[in-house]
């Protein structure tokens, strides 16, 4: 298993967990707490700071998802692409290089060959 299949494995597993904190959270504010039950200053056991919470997970999720896309892209096999010019290889500088074919100019007929 390559170190890119990995990170693959990784952020899909972010992803699934971001959705699901997204889809939990409500978007006017009541959220997972709301639920609970209980207005304003009635909170019990600290449900009050559930949408803190949901808030941060969403931040840290979004920003291991950017670190571990950043990663994958370094993790990348490339391959066997070489990154050495050819032109610096031995094997294509001891060749000797083919002559060019001639090259003709047309002849333009003269005034009086038209005559």
């Known amino acids: ?15 699934f967990l971001l959705i699901v904190v997204i889809m ?4 006017k504010g009541g959220g997972l707490s709301s639920s609970f039950g209980g207005g304003g200053s009635q909170q019990i056991g600290g449900v009050k700071k ?7 997970s969403t931040w840290t999720l979004a920003g291991l998802m950017l670190v571990l896309i950043l990663l ?10 070489t990154l050495e010019s050819k032109a ?4 294509t500088t001891a ?21």
């Open 72 to 81: 994958s892209n370094v993790a990348i096999n490339r391959g066997s692409e």
């Open 24 to 27: 939990v959270q409500n978007p």
């Open 95 to 115: 060749q000797p290089l083919s002559t060019p074919a001639p090259v003709t100019t047309p002849v333009t007929p003269t005034e009086e060959a038209a005559e």
């Open 88 to 91: 610096l290889d031995s094997e």
């Open 50 to 56: 559930t949408t803190d919470f949901l808030d941060k």
């Open 1 to 15: 298993m390559s170190t890119f299949t990995i990170f693959l494995f990784l952020i899909v597993v972010v992803a």
